[in-house]
């Protein structure tokens, strides 16, 4: 049996650590290896980590086709590394581009795919692999008897947990032929990606619906969140009103995030919008609603009107 993680990119993703400790906790009760395949200059930072999280094997793939890490590259890559190291199970830490590339590779290997996984368990052939499902609302349990299976893993809930004992990974390069890829879709208008992201950010202040008007936003979330050194996110219903970018948009279908501090403002707390942020150190929440759901992740909760609230904080910090 190997377990394999995959990633990609410039820079490793947050979350990396959390899938890195998952993958390992689930190798170690099986005796399996870990392997860890890396593809582009995000392979300089993972050998800087992998020994610590107690990977095996740093493979790294490397071919001028994948310097846009387009996706035909990279599932042709991971399908031929595939092919070379047999894994048995094959992860993704679940950021956006993942949720493209895990279930194209499963369906190039003709395998099993499951999204949205938090909690893996290996009995005798089968695998059962824990996801939430309906948006977060509910979890299913998989049960997989196939000899490979894809999972993608989503990292909120999870802690990183380095090895008790570090390990020192052989690096391999693994050699894949590209020769026959095209990229198929061309990006002619890639989202605006300029300046820090939110996906790192340590302070976010987020608005919601409850801000009544994307004025009232631009007067009190940006001044709060600069005032602060943070961030500025909002909810999936102030993107639909055009209130933001949709690169600002926190949770299930926007980004997934893990600050120190998140300040989420009029924003109800539904299921899909916590997947992005729940896994934040402190939420402090501003809702006039007593019963919102926001008040069961809210380390902190100010019942009132945000109107009232934010320029007061704004005055506050500034001072
Ligand atoms: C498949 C799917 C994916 C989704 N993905 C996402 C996602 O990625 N991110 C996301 O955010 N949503 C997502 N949603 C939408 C999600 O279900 C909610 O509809 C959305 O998060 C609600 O946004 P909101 O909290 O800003 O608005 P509302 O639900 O309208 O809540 C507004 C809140 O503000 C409070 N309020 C009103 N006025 C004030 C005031 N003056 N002061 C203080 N509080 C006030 C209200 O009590 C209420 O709790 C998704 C939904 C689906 C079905």
Redesign the pocket.
């Known amino acids: 049996m190997t377990v394999v993680l995959c990633t990609w990119g410039n820079t490793l993703e947050g979350g990396t650590e959390e899938a890195l400790t998952l993958a390992r906790q689930f190798a170690a009760a099986n005796g399996a290896a870990l392997n860890w395949v890396v593809i582009g200059p995000a392979a300089n930072d993972a050998a800087q980590i992998a020994g610590q999280y107690g990977v095996a094997s740093l493979d790294v793939i490397s071919d001028a086709k994948l310097a846009g890490f387009g996706p035909d590259a990279l599932v042709a890559s991971l399908a031929q590394y595939c092919e070379q190291i047999k894994p048995t199970t094959v992860l993704f830490n679940q950021s956006a581009p993942a949720r493209l590339i895990a279930p194209r590779l499963a369906g190039r290997l003709n395998v099993p795919v499951v999204m949205n996984t938090f909690a893996l368990a290996q009995a005798g052939n089968t695998l059962s692999v824990t996801a939430t499902a309906f948006?977060g609302d509910t979890h299913v349990v998989y049960q997989l008897a196939a000899p490979v299976k894809v999972i993608s893993v989503v990292t909120t809930s999870l802690v990183a947990e380095a090895a008790a004992t570090a390990t020192t990974p052989a690096r391999r390069d693994i050699a894949v032929d590209l020769s026959a890829v095209e990229e198929r879709f061309k990006v002619t208008s890639a989202p605006r990606a300029e300046g820090p992201r939110l996906e790192d950010a340590e302070i976010i202040v987020s608005g919601?619906?409850?801000l009544?008007s994307a004025a009232n936003y631009d007067a009190l979330v940006k001044p709060l969140a600069e005032a602060l050194g943070g961030m500025w996110g909002g909810?999936?219903?102030?993107v639909d009103e055009g209130w933001i970018d949709s690169s600002r948009?926190?949770?299930?279908?926007?980004k997934i995030t893990r600050p120190g501090l998140y300040l989420a403002?009029?924003?109800?707390?539904?299921s899909?919008?916590m997947?992005?942020c729940s896994a934040a150190k402190t939420i402090v929440a501003?809702?006039?609603?007593k019963d919102?759901s926001?008040y069961r992740y809210a380390r902190y909760g100010i019942v009132?009107?945000?109107?009232d609230v934010l320029p007061e904080l704004i005055k506050a910090i500034k001072a």
């Open positions: 948006g919601g619906r409850g009544a909810s999936r219903a102030i948009q926190v949770g299930l279908t926007g403002a009029g924003i109800s707390g539904a899909q919008h997947a992005g501003i809702n006039k609603d919102a926001i009132a009107d945000c109107l």
